[in-house]
């Protein structure tokens, strides 16, 4: 898990597994979200568009790309301060694979929480033929190394197999 002092700027992070999108994901994420737009989940009135099939709820792609992202960015219990300039330059469709990579843009020191520095990055969500499907820029806390704890228990009890 990275802390705050294991950030430079220009590092670069790609998620090391990568997710296929299925209808499930797709229609779940759509009905938790209350989005009544058609094109997610009616074939018939997708076919009359120029993709001819549902599109994935662009939200859902946000999610999952911001997901990929997590182990080499907040996994150390980061908090997101601020999203801008939210992409979705391609389309993404059931069965479309996806992989994140990331790039750190800058570090600070916060101001008002000396345990903790921000870190602003650029995240791109990239599907199976290298096409880039959603872009974004956020900012967000990350604890320093001297505050961090491991998050793993310990135990005093000795192995008894």
């Not at 650029?122 to 001297?146: D, M």
Request: hydrophobic share 40%; with cysteine.
């Amino acid at each position: 898990m990275r802390r705050f002092e294991d950030f430079a700027p220009g590092d670069v992070y790609r998620s090391s597994i990568g997710r296929t999108v299925t209808e499930t994901d797709n229609l779940l994420f759509t009905t938790l979200a209350m989005n009544t737009n058609e094109l997610h989940f009616n074939d018939v009135a997708a076919a009359a568009t120029e993709w001819e099939r549902p599109l994935v709820n662009s939200t859902f792609t946000l999610a999952l790309v911001l997901g990929l992202s997590v182990t080499d960015t907040t996994q150390a219990g980061g908090v997101n301060v601020g999203w801008t300039e939210i992409r979705l330059p391609k389309p993404v469709f059931v069965g479309d694979t996806l992989w994140a990579e990331t790039e750190v843009t800058s570090v600070r020191e916060s101001r008002s929480r000396p345990d903790q520095g921000i870190v602003a990055v650029r995240t791109r969500g990239l599907n199976q033929r290298g096409e880039v499907v959603c872009e974004f820029a956020r900012s967000f806390l990350v604890p320093k190394a001297e505050n961090a704890g491991s998050g793993f228990p310990g135990t005093s009890e000795p192995w008894r197999v």
